[in-house]
């Protein structure tokens, strides 16, 4: 074999062999696109005098065969399996050894897999994100790193990007032009072109004079070029490519294959070295919730600007009282899950709390106004609830009214993913989420109450666009004047006990917002 061919690669007679097929099957195989087309080489194995030429193929190709296999056993015709799982396809078409190229190849297995297959219940296919000791990074549709490995900070980036606290700072693209990468990698534009072939699937070429602050012009000019050089990646489920580094110290090639998977958060890569035998690489890639998952867990601290809007449903005790044990859950599920589109619809990631409340963070990112949706979140959370509280009132022929009491700060903190059962929770520490607790329970009437930073951060059209002050008591009647705030110990209190719960956040000067 060539010494291009990585020596992990089989030829055509060993699959055979190994797998008990004809080799009409294997054509078959190949012809649907289960199987990459192989390499044809000049064989290594003298045995095989006679044979002039001879197809290589990635050792990978044993466990789609079995994979095949098992479908096939299950019931599913050929056909079917096809559309479920597509080989590596056209990544040799006319291609040879010394000239593999940036050229991506889609492995797509379906969304529909059997679970025995996604699941990785064989124990010597069992592959979790520690056991992956290659490099591997996970970067989100800002091109900001969210999870790497010290593999990839070691023998891609030669940098210790963990420690980059600044989202901005941990771009994918800033990061290949610093010089500690150029000193590391030779052909650092290729690494360039191989990531900028996933910006161009998502985003025009205007998009790159503002992909990073600080950008500069011979930055935005090469990556440019890039971007009108190489083709846009597929949104496969999994795609594979060559990725071939050059040592600048010794200018030795390092073939690797390149897997990149797209999840809901972002991208996943995953250079697996060429002369590595990797079972059930393929398998473990196609768990698509065990590898977020395991990423999440890991997820940087990152410190980010965001809006926090933490929720109350007021009177929860006496109402819990009032209604049957299963009618009162029923209730706190209504609302809850009523709730759910308008975060979504304004960009709140689920956070944990405790009791009948709920938190939702609202990030900071590129083109999105996160302190204006919160609290348009919560305005027209206060409409759903009104009219779920008319619908409760009807059927229960009682006379209680249903609030949610929201608090809304904004904060800088470090951010993680917290992992809990099947669902993915964000939490901040510090000052901006006890806050916004605060503010919850001192609210009253389904009140949205928010600190003065908040409303300062919002430009004058957008706080204009607000109706927004606090209640005083003039002459023994409750005046709303508009455009003003109060410090948190100057508001009026029934009895002093509910003014001393809230000594923490005595000074907080706070406005309530009407619509």
Not at 77 to 89: D, H, L, M, P
Request: net charge neutral.
């Amino acid at each position: 074999m060539s010494d291009d061919i990585p020596q992990t690669f089989i030829n055509s007679k060993e699959i055979l062999k190994k797998c008990g097929i004809s080799r009409a099957t294997l054509n078959n195989y190949i012809k649907l696109g289960i199987l990459p087309k192989p390499i044809v080489q000049k064989p290594k194995e003298t045995i095989m005098t006679r044979t002039k030429k001879i197809g290589y193929f990635p050792q990978t190709v044993l466990q789609h065969i079995e994979m095949v296999k098992r479908l096939k056993k299950e019931g599913n015709s050929i056909e079917n399996i096809a559309k479920k799982i597509k080989g590596i396809t056209e990544q040799y078409i006319n291609v040879s050894l010394t000239e593999l190229k940036h050229k991506v190849r889609p492995i797509s297995p379906g969304e529909g897999l059997p679970s025995d297959i996604i699941s990785l219940e064989s124990k010597e296919l069992r592959l979790t994100i520690e056991d992956i000791d290659m490099p591997a990074y996970l970067i989100n549709y800002q091109f900001q790193v969210e999870w790497i490995n010290q593999a990839a900070e070691e023998k891609i980036f030669n940098l210790s990007v963990r420690t980059i606290k600044d989202p901005e700072s941990r771009n994918i693209f800033k990061l290949l032009f610093n010089w500690k990468l150029h000193n590391h990698v030779y052909n650092w534009e290729y690494l360039i072109e191989q990531h900028v072939s996933f910006l161009k699937s998502k985003y025009p070429k205007d998009f790159i004079n503002t992909l990073f602050e600080g950008i500069s012009e011979n930055e935005v000019l090469l990556l440019k070029k890039a971007y009108e050089k190489i083709p846009g990646v597929s949104k496969q489920l999994i795609n594979q490519s060559v990725a071939n580094l050059i040592r600048p110290d010794t200018m030795i090639k390092e073939t690797y294959w390149l897997y990149t998977t797209f999840f809901r958060e972002g991208v996943f890569f995953l250079y697996v070295p060429a002369e590595k035998n990797v079972e059930g690489i393929i398998e473990f890639l196609t768990n698509r919730r065990a590898v977020i998952n395991e990423i999440l867990q890991q997820h940087m601290a990152t410190l980010i600007h965001f809006c926090v809007l933490v929720a109350d449903l007021q009177d929860s005790v006496r109402i819990c009282a009032e209604l049957p044990t299963e009618e009162f859950f029923e209730l706190i599920h209504q609302i809850w899950s009523t709730m759910e589109d308008s975060f979504r619809k304004y960009y709140g990631i689920y956070g944990r709390h405790i009791g009948d409340g709920i938190v939702y963070y609202f990030l900071q990112e590129k083109n999105s106004n996160y302190v204006l949706n919160a609290i348009k979140c919560a305005i027209e959370l206060r409409g759903k609830m009104l009219k779920l509280s008319n619908e409760w009132k009807m059927r229960k022929k009682w006379d209680t009214e249903l609030y949610l009491n929201i608090g809304i700060n904004e904060g800088h903190d470090y951010m993680s993913a917290i992992y809990a059962s099947t669902n993915i929770e964000f939490r901040a520490a510090g000052n901006a989420l006890s806050y916004a607790t605060y503010l919850s329970r001192i609210g009253s009437t389904g009140s949205i109450l928010t600190t003065k930073h908040v409303i300062n951060l919002l430009r004058e059209d957008e706080r204009k666009s607000l109706r927004y002050g606090i209640f005083k008591n003039i002459l023994g009647k409750k005046i709303f004047m508009e455009n003003l705030f109060s410090r948190v110990r100057d508001l009026s209190y029934e009895d002093e006990s509910e003014s001393e719960k809230f000594k923490d956040i005595a000074e907080l000067p706070i406005t309530e917002i009407m619509e």
